[in-house]
T-cell receptor, first 115, second 111 residues
């Protein structure tokens, strides 16, 4: 079984530029999560999808961040415009559903560097 | 919201010794407590988890204990090996199985 796939693995951009990250969850997983991980810290949830619906985006900075999960499979997270403080690893995770105790499987992440 | 505190932030042990990492949480409604291991530049990977109806769970050299009354849980690694060196994160679930992570513990096992 293929794991969670993310691309690109690394991205370097200048501030004020747009950037997008892509995630393909494990087949059959209905719930998809985007996390942000700053260096030396634990992941922080940005948004959770149930199929194609964003059911919790309270931690997503909506002035510059947006996300979508068309057709309830792949997901894209976008930042426009990027700021220096956005430099971090963006992790995507998926689980079979959102019932308590269902394991979340993480992708390898996209490391974003904003210059 | 949920607050998860993890200690210590760094832990150095000699190969063969035991390592213990502790986490406390604030939301008494939380009922799922996973532990993730993250090697440098790699994805977090689940190593063990425990649900609130169980006080202890063991898997070979790894065990987790949970005290729901005191709202804390611990990861125990026995007979540590150099390949156990990594950053370990505890996590606690909220509604919708969303996880709040602790700050992480960098474990170094010296040969």
């Amino acid at each position: 079984e293929a794991g969670v796939v993310q691309s690109p693995r690394y991205k370097i951009i200048e501030k004020k530029q747009p950037v997008a990250f892509w995630c393909n969850p494990i087949s059959g997983h209905n719930t998809l999560y985007w996390y942000l991980q700053n260096l030396g810290q634990g992941p922080e949830l940005l948004i959770r999808y149930e199929n194609e619906e964003a059911v919790d985006d309270s931690q997503l900075p909506k002035d510059r961040f947006s996300a979508e999960r068309l057709k309830g499979v792949d997901s894209t997270l976008k930042i426009q415009p990027a700021e220096l403080g956005d430099s971090a690893v963006y992790l995507c995770a998926s689980s079979r559903d959102s019932l308590a105790g269902n394991e979340q499987f993480f992708g390898p992440g996209t490391r974003l560097t904003v210059l | 919201g949920e607050n998860v505190e993890q200690h210590p932030s760094t832990l150095s042990v000699q190969e063969g010794d035991s390592a213990v990492i502790k986490c406390t949480y604030s939301d008494s409604a939380s009922n799922y407590f996973p532990w993730y291991k993250q090697e440098l530049g790699k994805r977090p990977q689940l190593i063990i988890d425990i649900r609130s109806n169980v006080g202890e769970k063991k898997d070979q050299r790894i065990a987790v204990t949970l005290n729901k009354t005191a709202k804390h849980f611990s990861l125990h690694i026995t007979e540590t090996q150099p390949e156990d060196s990594a950053v370990y994160f505890c996590a606690v679930n909220n509604a919708g199985n969303m996880l709040t992570f602790g700050g992480g513990t960098r474990l170094m096992v010296k040969p």
